[in-house]
């Protein structure tokens, strides 16, 4: 039997499906890909999980339609339960700081979300419950946008794309290629860095391993 939950947020996927004309009937998987505005309605409406009742706004994530990169971090803070945008506050400032200074592209040229769309109260880690209801939302994004590179920022959501459970150190250094699915690079959470600063090091060496993949050159200082 059906999780209640993922079926409820398959249940909105599929609302928007039928209003594109597709058969809802038809067998789900895989789905076409949704719009990203339509995408973000559908998570507007979602109450599939229990963070419905403790969000105060949801957020879906933001970039450009085309973009070929696509970060994605575990949920949204507090910053970003407030405006209803990923990746705003400190740590949002350095990933820009990341993205902009470190691989020449403006923050808007690529797309950046969470694997969970509202914030778990206090920041707490994501359930599982939790991701699994809210995983179809992401699964449509990654399909509308096909990015050439996926980065999984931290170990919560280098662990829920690539399916395992491992520390991020093991899985941090390469590209990981699977069959159907964009390149995917883990590199450490923007959080983590500030208050590791050390770290940054390692952070720019995974970068720059996404750089060459995409074939792109630092900016000239
Ligand atoms: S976290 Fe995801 S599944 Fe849960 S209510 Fe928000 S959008 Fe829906």
């Known amino acids: 039997m059906a999780d209640p939950v993922h079926a409820a947020a398959a249940l909105l996927l599929q609302q928007e499906l039928g209003e594109l004309g597709v058969d809802c009937l038809a067998p789900p998987a895989p789905p076409a890909a949704l719009g990203l505005e339509q995408i ?9 999980c229990p963070l419905a009742s403790t969000r105060t706004c949801t957020v879906p994530g933001e970039g450009a339609v085309g973009a070929a990169v696509m970060f994605v971090g575990e949920a949204p803070g507090r910053d970003e339960d407030l405006s ?10 350095l990933l820009t ?3 902009e200074s470190g691989m020449g592209l403006r923050r808007e040229q690529v797309f950046i979300a969470n694997v969970l769309k509202c914030r778990p109260p206090g920041n707490r880690d994501p359930q599982a419950q939790e991701k699994e209801a809210c995983t179809p939302f992401l699964e449509q994004q990654i ?3 096909q990015p050439r590179l996926l980065v999984a920022l931290g170990r919560h959501a280098a662990n829920h794309l690539l399916g395992c459970d491992q520390p991020l150190g093991s899985l941090r250094g390469r590209l990981h290629e699977k069959p159907g699915r964009p390149p995917l690079l883990a590199t450490y959470h923007p959080a983590y860095l500030l208050r590791n600063p050390a770290a940054k090091r390692d952070c720019w060496q995974d970068i720059q391993i996404g750089m060459h993949h995409l074939g792109l050159t630092p900016p000239a200082r």
């Open 40 to 48: 973000a309605t559908a998570v507007a409406g979602c109450h599939a």
């Open 84 to 93: 209803g945008r990923p990746f705003v506050g400190p740590a949002g400032q």
């Open 97 to 99: 700081k990341i993205i």
């Open 143 to 145: 399909a509308s946008l």
